[in-house]
């Protein structure tokens, strides 16, 4: 399985910035993808998932009503829409995928997701 990130960059606080990730290799519509963070010296942090059928989606408290993420399973790509960016939001964005059940539980634990891309830079400036 390769995913790979785009749409990364700079942009200044409150801009919006749009990220895309690409699923190749195995069939897109059979995972559910999910979106973490990561910032110089901080562990990686959960940010939103989606399950295999856009029925379900789930947010962390920190990005809640700012960010939407989507899938289009036609294009195997997942979308992380990113409005009213702050400087806290500053961090390298992953694109992960995961077998299993959607569980609330466990679509927030990067130890459940098998496989992730290289990541997109995404800098805030104030």
């Known amino acids: 399985v390769e995913l790979v990130e785009s749409g990364g960059g700079l942009v200044q606080a409150g801009d919006s910035l749009n990220l895309s990730c690409t699923l190749s290799?195995?069939?897109?519509?059979?995972?559910?993808m999910g979106w973490f963070r990561q910032a110089p010296g901080k562990e990686r942090q959960f940010v939103a998932a989606i399950s295999r059928g856009t029925t379900s989606t789930y947010y962390a408290d920190s990005v809640k009503g700012r960010f939407t993420i989507s899938r289009d399973n036609a294009k195997n790509t997942v979308y992380l829409q990113m409005s009213s960016l702050k400087p806290e939001d500053t961090a390298k964005y992953h694109c992960?995928?995961?077998?299993?059940?959607?569980?609330?539980?466990?679509?927030?634990?990067?130890?459940?997701?098998?496989?992730w891309g290289q990541g997109a830079q995404v800098t805030v400036s104030s």
């Open positions: 992960a995928a995961k077998s299993g059940p959607w569980m609330s539980t466990t679509v927030t634990m990067a130890l459940s997701y098998g496989d």
């Open positions: 290799g195995r069939i897109f519509g059979s995972y559910i």
